[in-house]
């Protein structure tokens, strides 16, 4: 369907009111990062419609493969998003006219639409960010630095933010954020960020291992003199 389609007949493919946005957090120079689209001056998250024949997890897990090249990526649901005024009718507004496309108030696009948000963690190398024929360019920003965004596109990043620190409380999750082979130090580390306080690392250390969802590797980590810590991964067969 190319654009002009899309948004003067979109309603026939597409749950009308109904879409999905998903928080893609990174880490990188231990600061998480947050993968965003750019539609002329501000940005949003990756999104899309929920096809009439898809489920709402379907839809989710299309739009981060479409946006990250991920095969199989970590997704977990956030929450619903679904103020009564919640529309983009304005922001739409500005910019169907670079598309050729007439704006009209009665477009189903312009109507009120409520959002399932999920949020993933990705390993940022992983990765293949690409562009839809809507934004202009792509870009990994920081969580606690979001330039300026469409619509409540910041409150959902930031919510994921917090989810994010509730959840890594309960779940082993942090692994997907880092390379598949990692040090303890990198993990220790990657947690004071998450949860933006000290942790000490002895017993941070027998806090992961003990879980059992840690396999050591033989070789070590070679960082610097007198400190070469081993890589560990998470085992096969594990489901978290």
């Not at 009439?52 to 989710?60: F, I, K, N, Y």
Request: proline residues 5%; aromatic residues 12%; charged residues 30%.
């Amino acid at each position: 369907m190319d654009i002009r389609s899309f948004f003067e007949y979109g309603h026939e493919e597409y749950l009308p009111h109904l879409s999905s946005d998903v928080v893609v957090i990174g880490y990188a120079e231990e600061k998480l990062k947050c993968l965003l689209l750019r539609i002329g001056a501000r940005w949003l998250l990756p999104g899309g419609f929920i096809k009439l024949d898809e489920s709402v997890e379907e839809a989710a897990s299309r739009i981060l493969t479409e946006r990250t090249g991920l095969n199989d990526p970590h997704l977990k649901f956030l929450s619903v998003f679904g103020k009564s005024e919640r529309n983009f009718a304005e922001e739409w507004k500005e910019h169907l006219e670079k598309f050729g496309v007439s704006w009209k108030q009665d477009l189903w696009i312009n109507k009120r639409f409520v959002s399932l948000a999920y949020y993933s963690l990705v390993n940022i190398p992983d990765t293949h960010p690409v562009t839809g024929p809507l934004d202009e360019a792509f870009g990994w920003f920081d969580l606690d630095e979001l330039p300026p965004m469409w619509m409540d596109h910041r409150d959902i990043a930031l919510m994921a933010r917090h989810k994010l620190r509730s959840d890594i409380r309960k779940d082993l999750v942090t692994h997907h954020l880092l390379p598949r082979h990692f040090t303890m130090p990198q993990l220790h580390q990657l947690h004071q960020v998450i949860l933006n306080k000290d942790l000490d690392r002895s017993r941070f250390q027998k806090q992961m291992l003990a879980t059992g969802f840690f396999e050591r590797l033989p070789k070590l980590q070679k960082e610097t003199r007198g400190r070469n810590p081993y890589q560990y991964r998470i085992k096969e067969n594990k489901d978290h």
